[in-house]
């Protein structure tokens, strides 16, 4: 991964209070996609899918109250 996409990484990562990146399936185009599942102000507990755009931005592809799967796998991590 490129390192000014990491770095974007990093600051949707910031955003969330703790985080687990879990595996996901790229888009129907290709393009890679993350899973971040976390918690939002110490409370709610989402998941984001991002989806880096060139070496410069990331893409919020979606974000939502994590499924009972993912807050599973969440307190696993």
Request: hydrophobic fraction near 40%.
């Amino acid at each position: 991964m490129p390192e000014a996409v990491d770095d974007r990484l990093g600051e949707i990562e910031a955003a969330l209070d703790e985080l687990a990146d879990r595996p996901t399936r790229p888009s129907r185009t290709g393009r890679e996609r993350f899973l971040l599942v976390g918690t939002w102000f110490s409370e709610t507990i989402v998941a984001v899918v991002i989806s880096p755009l060139g070496t410069e931005a990331c893409d919020v592809v979606s974000g939502r109250p994590a499924s009972a799967k993912e807050r599973a796998a969440y307190a696993e991590a």
